[in-house]
């Protein structure tokens, strides 16, 4: 009921007038029935079906939930959601708190105050225009942010959120408030289900982190995909979903840092400059996310970075090699590179004997980066013949025997 009656603001009458419709458009098992709209001594009321039973929230009682038991309970809440969305209508809200389990177990989701038409230009009337309108822990990016183009994306997203947290325990964004909460969502990647509960397996967590993604086109397209992917996972089949590629992950992390992503990609291009000829420079960006210092979830996707970046640097080092070849064809032209190619493996060297000096665990790192510069400077010698007294390639000798020594 709307207690204040004849009081109540527009806002509240429209809000509850569309919840009532929703409710009575949707007939499906696992939706909450309603039985009567009316008014009583000028008190407007819907009378809906009695769940005697408990909260998704308070079942999983902030605690993992069974992986499987997980999976079963989203196959039939997302299977809801869908013919909730055949039938025009998107939730907006939904959440542990709004989906009531029978005695049997059963999901009824309920609560749709925040009812969208998907049918229609605009929002319901009484939604204003980028008005944020939700639960922030199981919010999307869109409703987050306050735009208009809200539609069956945005519930898969909560329908992900809410895997997230019987899967973990919490919500995928847990900040100090709501504005907390709201900056996390819009500048960081969700930490993966299974670095909080290890025993989380790829195929579940694949489904889960799709409905998180930011772009709503990367998402389940519609609620009965991620259903049918759930089923899958449930049968033993593989599921049509596939986990964030390195290089995304490691791109989506340069556009949440740019900084150190910029000062990583410096030292690079100095390890890269004319030869091309460079070896793992992920590990340079690795190291930079220990030096600074950077939140778990960053370090873990700056390592996959690092991963990336190691095989294209392997890459590099394949054609650095096909180029000297090339170079001992052409000595006019490897004699213009020759400085350049000095300069950067001189930089290369002295980089990696200061700032990684007191750095542990890149000692492999440095030991092929070393082998790496001799074999450079010994092409480099052979292209002018035996020109030891050349003062560059000696202090490339000189840099590169120090870094021997100093890791023994």
Request: aromatic share 6%; charged share 25%; proline share 4%.
């Amino acid at each position: 009921m709307i207690l204040s009656g004849p009081h109540a603001d527009a806002e509240l009458l429209g809000r509850f007038r569309a919840e009532a419709e929703a409710f009575a458009q949707l007939q499906h098992p696992n939706i909450v029935k309603i039985y009567d709209i009316g008014e009583e001594s000028g008190l407007p009321y819907f009378s809906l079906e009695f769940v005697e039973g408990q909260t998704l929230d308070e079942f999983r009682d902030s605690q993992p939930v069974n992986e499987r038991t997980a999976a079963k309970l989203m196959e039939k809440i997302a299977r809801a959601m869908h013919f909730a969305h055949d039938a025009g209508i998107v939730h907006r809200d939904l959440k542990p708190a709004n989906v009531l389990l029978t005695k049997e177990g059963e999901p009824k989701v309920t609560d749709f105050g925040l009812v969208k038409r998907i049918e229609g230009d605009d929002i319901d009337s009484q939604t204003q225009t980028g008005a944020i309108m939700g639960t922030p822990h199981y919010m999307a990016p869109e409703q987050a942010w306050g735009k208009a183009d809200i539609g069956r994306e945005t519930d898969v997203w909560a329908l992900g959120a809410m895997l997230y947290a019987l899967l973990t325990g919490r919500a995928p964004f847990v900040g100090a408030n709501t504005m907390d909460t709201l900056m996390q969502l819009k500048e960081n990647e969700p930490v993966t289900p299974s670095e909080l509960v290890s025993s989380v397996t790829v195929d579940i967590e694949t489904i889960c982190l799709k409905c998180l993604q930011k772009e709503t086109g990367r998402r389940y397209g519609t609620a009965l995909e991620l259903g049918d992917d759930i089923r899958r996972y449930l049968d033993g089949i593989p599921i049509l979903a596939r986990p964030v590629g390195r290089t995304e992950r490691a791109w989506r992390w340069c556009r949440r840092k740019p900084l150190i992503a910029g000062l990583t990609a410096t030292v690079a291009v100095a390890i890269l400059a004319g030869t091309k000829f460079s070896v793992t420079f992920g590990v340079m960006a690795n190291n930079a996310a220990i030096a600074e210092g950077i939140a778990r979830e960053d370090a873990v996707e700056k390592q996959v970075y690092a991963e990336q970046k190691e095989r294209e640097a392997q890459d590099n080092a394949e054609r650095a090699n096909d180029n000297a070849d090339l170079a001992e064809r052409n000595a006019d032209s490897a004699l213009k590179q020759r400085t350049v190619a000095l300069a950067a493996f001189n930089s290369a060297v002295e980089w990696a004997g200061t700032d990684l000096k007191s750095v542990p665990g890149t000692e492999k790192f440095k030991l092929r980066l070393f082998g790496a510069a001799v074999e450079g400077l010994n092409r480099l010698s052979e292209l002018v013949g035996d020109d030891r007294q050349d003062l560059a390639l000696a202090r490339g000798y000189a840099k590169t025997g120090e870094g021997y020594m100093e890791i023994g």
